[in-house]
């Protein structure tokens, strides 16, 4: 079982660019996929980028694809989701998500606000 916890996130300027990180600890990490999601307020969670559990594929929502990221470095037990050129429909609360067929954990959630 994995425990996540987020960091990163704030408010940045349309065309910013902001990265967030997703510390994973327990055991196991490299059996988990990473799904990162966004949700704004009143809307339903969105998928926004995804990774394998050894980070050989990604996938991407089309809002975002080419201006996000999303990495990880099993051996530091860490997803990052790199984010440019962002605008103000990406304001939300990011969660990352790891998960399993048998486990799920989600990250407490952090909130990037893109505003002038």
């Known amino acids: 079982q994995v425990h996540l916890v987020q960091s990163g996130g704030g408010t940045v300027q349309p065309g910013g660019s902001l990265r967030l990180s997703c510390a994973a600890s327990?055991?196991?990490?490299?059996?988990?996929?990473v799904i990162w999601y966004r949700q704004r307020p009143g809307e339903e969670r969105e998928l926004v980028a995804q990774?394998?559990?050894?980070?050989?594929?990604?996938l991407y929502s089309d809002p975002v694809r080419g201006r996000f990221t999303v990495s990880r470095d099993n051996t530091k037990n860490m997803v990052w989701l790199q984010m440019v050129n962002l605008k103000p429909e990406d304001t939300a609360v990011y969660l990352c998500?790891?998960?399993?067929?048998?486990?799920?954990?989600w990250g407490q959630g952090t909130q990037v606000t893109v505003s002038s």
């Open positions: 990774i394998s559990a050894v980070g050989r594929s990604t």
């Open positions: 327990g055991f196991g990490f490299s059996d988990y996929r």
């Open positions: 998500q790891a998960t399993t067929n048998l486990d799920t954990a």
